[in-house]
Every structure is written in C-alpha cells, then in structure tokens.
C-alpha cells in the first residue's frame, strides 16, 4: 500500500506556477511601508527555489509584477524596479553556480535600458543550466500572452505561411510564452485571495489551484512542502471520470511490473 511519503514522490508536480501575493499586507500588520513587504519576501522566493531543486521540481514560474501593476504608486513600483536589478545582480552567479536557468516572460521593453541589458546578461549566463528551469513574469498578463500569439499567428497568414483553417488551440499554444516547457501542474497563490489575476490564463486550464491564507514573506519551505504534498494526494482527471483515470493507473502499473 502507498504511504504518504510515497504518494508525495511518485506525484510531485513537473511544473509549479505562484502568485506572490500579500507582500503589501505583511508590511502594513507590521506598521512598515509597502516596499517592506517586497523586500522581505525576496527570502521566500530563494526557500521555493531552494525547496524545489530539492524536491526534483523541473519548472517554477514566479508572478513578480504585471502589466497592471504599473498603475500602483511610483515609488513602490520603483522600488519594484530596483528589487528587480537587485536580485539579477546578486542571484545570477548563486543561481548559474546551483544549475538553475532563468528566463524573464513578459514585454520587457517598457523597462529602463539598464535593466533590459542586465536581463539578457542573466538570461545569456544560465542558457545552458538544466537543474531548474525558474520564470520570473514581469510585465506580463496572461491576455497579453494571446494576443501576442494571435498576432504571430495573423502575421504568419498575411505572409502567405500559414492558412487559416490549419489554426487550433495546438497552433496557437505554440505561439505562446514558454511553449517548449510544460504547462503548470500546480498553480498557487499566497495572501488568502482566490483569483487568477490574468496569471498564465492559456497555460493554466488544466492546472490544480492551491490557495494559501500565508502572506507572500511568511510562505516558507514549509508552507510549499505542504502545497506540494496536497497536490501529490489529487487526482488529475483532465475530463475523465476518476475510474477511469484508476484504470489506466493500474494498467500503468501492471506494464512496468510485467
């Protein structure tokens, strides 16, 4: 009979996607300013990272700023700003040094020249690593992803290289940000709220969504231990009924066995 901990094993999620949600709420129970919360929750995103090297996790994709976050105060979205440069320039070399790859999704041109420059650099540095592959989305929203395919596709048909009834949710899928990697299994959010916040919207319709009621700074290597161990105990039915999922289990399970 399967344990637990045999459960947790054999089920880990190949791809976990977080909402890095409350980091404002932290800093205000604490009579801090928002930027505070930011800050702090930097700690939190190396204890995932760390916890799913561990674990065997093959991608993590972080929410760190959207395409509507520009319209929060112009301080906390510098600060946001620097935060973002901060880390690339103190966490390239710890994440090329631990094998993890690191690529940035989202319409970067709307930032600062510097910082562009400084994303290709980390992007460049950790092309070849294989350990983990970690996303950071910034300036990006789930609508504008299929948009920017929808285009890709329209101008793909107005050059004569694709004809319009070979397009379906396949052709359009691969247009998409990260079409090479799996689409998340695991879709969390931190902060209490339960909302997907035009967050990977295409690639997330079949993800399982686990909500925290923890604020970004406090969701610890515990906190996604238990995120990922509740995952491992679903089961994923992707339209089927849940016998018929069992069933090919089994059949599964006596192949590798004969």
């Known amino acids: 009979m399967e344990t637990d901990s045999d459960i947790a094993l054999s089920r880990l999620p190949r791809h976990v996607a977080i909402i890095m949600d409350g980091n404002g709420r932290w800093a205000r129970q604490r009579g801090l300013p928002r930027t505070a919360g930011h800050r ?7 204890a995932v990272v760390e916890e799913s090297v561990r674990r065997g996790i093959e991608v993590v994709t ?33 994440l090329h040094e631990n094998g993890i790859r690191l690529r940035i999704l989202g319409e970067r041109s709307a930032f600062p020249e510097k910082l562009q420059r400084r994303i290709a650099e980390v992007e460049a540095l950790t092309a070849q690593n294989t350990r983990l592959y970690l996303q950071v989305a910034a300036n990006y929203g789930g609508r ?5 395919a929808a285009r890709r596709l329209a101008l793909e048909v107005q050059a004569g290289r694709l004809d319009p009834s070979q397009i379906d949710e ?19 959010r931190t902060g209490g709220e339960q909302r997907l916040s035009n967050f990977i919207l295409w690639q997330s319709a079949y993800s399982e969504l686990y909500f925290s009621h923890l604020f970004w700074p406090d969701f610890d290597a515990a906190a996604y231990g238990e995120a990922l161990d509740d995952y491992a105990r679903r089961q994923r039915r992707f339209g089927l009924t849940g016998e ?13 066995v004969g």
């Open 40 to 46: 702090e929750g930097v700690k939190s995103v190396r």
């Open 62 to 94: 972080l929410f760190a700023f959207s395409s509507e976050n520009w319209r929060r105060p112009r301080v906390e979205v510098n600060v946001l700003m620097e935060l973002f440069m901060s880390a690339l320039r103190t966490e390239a070399r710890r």
């Open 144 to 148: 504008w992803d299929i948009v920017q």
């Open 170 to 188: 396949h052709c359009l899928a691969e247009r998409l940000s990260f079409a090479d990697l799996p689409e998340p299994d695991l879709f969390i």
């Open 244 to 256: 018929q999922v069992e069933d090919r289990r089994l059949t599964l399970v006596d192949a590798c």
